[in-house]
């Protein structure tokens, strides 16, 4: 007989165990409240009702990648591209420190156009500012560069495994492929790196089975962070006219990692929030960060990954602070310490 939903969902935080059989199976029941309730008392086991906030830096969307599903690729000749100094990075980032971050993700395109010491004098500098933690998410570059970087000071490193699905991989990402990425994840890790991977729900031909070994595969990798999103289709790729992923599963994928691995960094991500309402919320099924934009709004409506119509004009401080109520209004706290 089929174990009950709530039996299951205690096994595996019992067992720190799943197979991809059970993952489906409590991603396909229909009500997903026990879930979700269950991922939320093992979150508030480890951070309490804590929160904590990061701000994220994207600083080119020059791209010598050619993902199909992403607006930054390469053959997206339509997008505007721009890409920030050395001095404006540092400028960003120091705005983001004052207004409270003490957590700081320099993202950006594959741009080689920084080289190996540009990124260190951009890392030292970032790290000059105070007490911080520095994440980078610049994709996919050689061990020497990865080593120089954390030696500067990097601690952590995203790079998202996108889909475990190899074969769906490949076909996504015709410039690279799955065992690349496999091989840099291994190798920020063994570098020393705390890393950080994800995937995204709803690609073109993935499974519920794929799916259960994404969530597998971040357990295998036991990753310090884990971004999971959804798929937005982009106009101006040749996915264009999909459909996007369903928020409702992904909230599902975060409160599955949740359970299974316990003490991971789960951010609430910007594509889930750009689709859902307040219904869903990542933040009441095991999420417990916040991952804000902090450049000007003129170039985050230019990292284009995905159309983003929301555009506003606020500053990172009064960013910082409607955050910091956004947080407090949903019963929870903002983490003080350094994480
Ligand atoms: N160059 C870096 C950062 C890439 S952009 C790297 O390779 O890691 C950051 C993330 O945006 C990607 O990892 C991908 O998961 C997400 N993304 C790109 N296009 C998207 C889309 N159309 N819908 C949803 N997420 C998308």
Redesign the pocket.
Known sequence: MKMEASALIDKIIQESKATPDELISLLTVDSRGALYAKATSVKEKIYDKNIILRGIIEFSSF?R?A?T????SCENIKLPRYRFTENDILKYAKEAYAAGYRSIIL????DFSYDADSISRIIRSIKGLGNLILTL????RTHEEYTQWFKDGANRY???H?TSDEKLYNGLHPHSSFKKRMDCLLDLKSIGYQIGS???VGLPGQTLESLARDILLLQELSVDMA?I??????PD?P?AGLVSGSPDLAIACVALSRILLKKVHLPSTT?IETESTEKYSSLSAGANVIMKKVEPYHYRKLYE??PNPKIFDKSILEERKELEKFVLERGLKVERTVQ
């Open positions: 791209c990648c993902c599903y992403c607006g930054l993202q950006s395109g594959e998410s610049i994709g996919e995203l790079l998202k996108e994800g995937f995204m971004g999103g959804i798929y937005i289709p982009h790729t996915l594509s990954i995905y």
